[in-house]
């Protein structure tokens, strides 16, 4: 199997067989907080987080959904010819929240012309009934996505980036999630303190066997004013080189199953946040290694994953 350009199952390339053109995604802030920042489960979020809920790049929450949409369009139609769109909330946890309001701002993304889907990214301890209910019902007009930020299976380094919940509690999100046919995305962070090489591919067999539809691979980012910056700093750990980034992406690609989209494979903290690894602020740069890299190394996709499971 190929996939266009690129030697994996790409979010690009899907994107061009389900919607038969280029598709872009409008990021925006719905003005959420977290669990774990409103003194529900703590409140200095997880360990690795910014200020801005890793939604760095989303729109202004003081504008309305649709002014945002508007807004990041112009931005990015000036740079290319773009007609269709996915509105991605990311910023904080994106049903955390009244289902009226929930209700309210989704309503407002999906129904407008140039949206063709809604990605929402959230924590798998924020999937009340009603929520479900109300994703459930936006499925049925436009393709609903949930991303859920797992990060890792191993229970160890969940305690210690403060994730808050426990791995069934992921496990009961997806179920609940597919059996109305809502699609799942999982972030994974390569290069979290004390996890090996090994740990990193477990939690990419494990989600091979479980019933997700994306997966993003994002690079450990230490970035200005996190607790992770401080364990950084007092050289409790250390990141990784482009060189071994590279080779670990490479592994996990080896290892994921073809059917699963990969959507992300590192990130691009913002500049002024960054701190280490300075390198991953040149994303195209290392994606073109990546790329490299795999063609030589005559690597696709899940090539090895289907000759190790045949």
């Not at 773009?82 to 407002?108: D, M």
């Not at 990969?262 to 602020?281: F, M, N, Q, V, Y």
Request: proline share 4%.
């Amino acid at each position: 199997m190929r996939w266009g350009e690129k030697p994996y199952h790409s979010l690009d390339y899907m994107l061009r067989e389900r919607f038969h053109e280029k598709i872009y995604k409008v990021t925006l802030n719905g003005g959420m907080t977290c669990p774990n920042r409103d003194s529900t489960l703590g409140n200095r979020g997880c360990i690795f987080c910014s200020s801005g809920g890793s939604g760095d790049f989303a729109a202004s929450s003081e504008l309305s959904i649709t002014d945002q949409i508007e807004q990041q369009k112009t931005m990015l139609t000036g740079k290319r010819p773009i007609q269709k769109y996915i509105a991605y909330f990311q910023a904080y946890t994106n049903t955390y929240g009244a289902p009226a309001y929930l209700r309210s701002i989704f309503t407002e993304a999906i129904r407008h012309p140039d949206i063709v889907a809604l990605s929402i990214g959230t924590r798998p301890d924020c999937l009340g009934e009603e929520v479900l209910e109300l994703l459930d019902e936006l499925n049925r007009q436009k393709p609903v996505w949930i991303e859920l930020g797992l990060q890792t299976i191993h229970e160890r380094t969940a305690r210690y980036i403060r994730r808050g919940y426990p791995l069934a509690c992921f496990e009961e999100a997806v179920r609940n999630l597919r059996s109305r046919q809502i699609e799942v995305i999982v972030h994974t962070i390569l290069g979290l303190p004390q996890e090996t090489p090994e740990q990193i591919l477990q939690t990419m067999d494990y989600l091979n066997h479980m019933d997700i539809q994306g997966i993003k691979l994002q690079l450990l980012h230490v970035l200005r004013g996190t607790d992770l910056a401080e364990d950084y700093e007092k050289g409790l750990f250390s990141v990784y080189t482009q060189e071994e980034y590279l080779n670990l992406l490479i592994s996990c690609l080896e290892h994921l199953s073809p059917e699963i989209v990969i959507h992300r494979l590192t990130g691009d903290g913002p500049k002024e946040l960054l701190i280490a690894p300075l390198w991953a602020s040149r994303k195209r740069e290392v994606l073109n290694h990546l790329h490299h890299q795999m063609k030589v190394r005559n690597t696709w996709q899940g090539r090895l994953w289907n000759h190790r499971t045949v």
